[in-house]
């Protein structure tokens, strides 16, 4: 998980936020209210897009933003990555954003613990040479 997340505010301009990524090095935003609630998110797919660089962002931003406690387990972050198809997942404490959790995370978690395919199960010798 990230926890200096980079966040902005419903109001500012997709170029605005392309820029924040470029300058950051970085593939989302969440995008929050005055009270630091996440109500958004803006990733690299939505630059891709081809919007106008000064569309307000609340006008592309996803309504439903997915998200896990900051007590889950990181496999409930990779379930809602899988199942609904998404590359990022705001983690909070109490509605306020302290995490992102990204792909790219999840990739170097499986690297760092040296993930070993598992072999696939043999052919079964029995009942293969019946006549």
Do not use: Q
């Not at 998110?41 to 962002?57: E, M, R, V």
Request: aromatic letters at 4%; zero cysteines.
């Amino acid at each position: 998980m990230h926890k200096s997340v980079v966040t902005t505010v419903p109001h500012k301009s997709l170029g605005h936020v392309s820029d924040i990524m470029s300058k950051n090095n970085i593939s989302s935003v969440p995008v929050v209210n005055t009270n630091n609630e996440v109500v958004g998110i803006i990733t690299t797919s939505d630059l891709a897009k081809g919007h106008d660089d000064g569309i307000p962002i609340s006008h592309i931003m996803p309504d439903h933003v997915y998200s896990v406690p900051a007590y889950n387990d990181v496999h409930i972050a990779a379930r809602i990555m899988r199942n609904h198809h998404i590359h990022h997942v705001v983690v909070t404490h109490e509605n306020e954003i302290v995490g992102v959790v990204s792909s790219f995370d999840l990739l170097e978690l499986v690297e760092n613990h040296r993930f070993v395919m598992k072999t696939p199960p043999s052919k079964s010798k029995k009942g293969n040479n019946r006549k």
